[in-house]
Nanobody
Framework: QVQLVESGGGSVQAGGSLRLSCAAS????????MGWFRQAPGKEREKVAT???????SYGYSVKGRFTISKDNAKNTLYLEMNSLKPEDTAMYYC??????????????????WGQGTQVTVSS
């Protein structure tokens, strides 16, 4: 059974940085897409960044140039480095995974496995 456990959220002032981690376990497939999504109160869940097993990355428009997704394969851990944070980045951030193959879909419903979420709050 796949388990995704996020950590690293917190409160920060605008312009600050945070790094989120997602420890993954229970999977055997070498082909995958993993990513970060976020959801603010009253808003739909949106893609932040994805990374596939071939190393291809993709970012949501609002975070491009500020956030970086990466993965440490030895630790089975996905990261999201967030810089130049803005109040509009405030949301619950979720780690997600799709182990059916090395293709990252845009929509969140393609991802079968999810973590419990970690809150990021950016104050102005």
């Amino acid at each position: 059974q796949v388990q995704l456990v996020e950590s690293g959220g917190g409160s920060v002032q605008a312009g600050g940085s945070l790094r989120l981690s997602c420890a993954a376990s229970g999977y055997t497939s070498s082909k995958y897409c993993m990513g970060w999504f976020r959801q603010a109160p009253g808003k739909e869940r949106e893609k932040v960044a994805t990374l596939d097993s071939d190393g291809y990355t993709s970012y949501g428009y609002s975070v491009k140039g500020r956030f970086t997704i990466s993965k440490d394969n030895a630790k089975n851990t996905l990261y999201l480095e967030m810089n130049s944070l803005k109040p509009e980045d405030t949301a619950m951030y979720y780690c997600a995974a799709d182990f059916r193959g090395a293709y990252c879909y845009e929509a969140s419903y393609h991802f079968a496995d999810w973590g419990q979420g970690t809150q990021v709050t950016v104050s102005s």
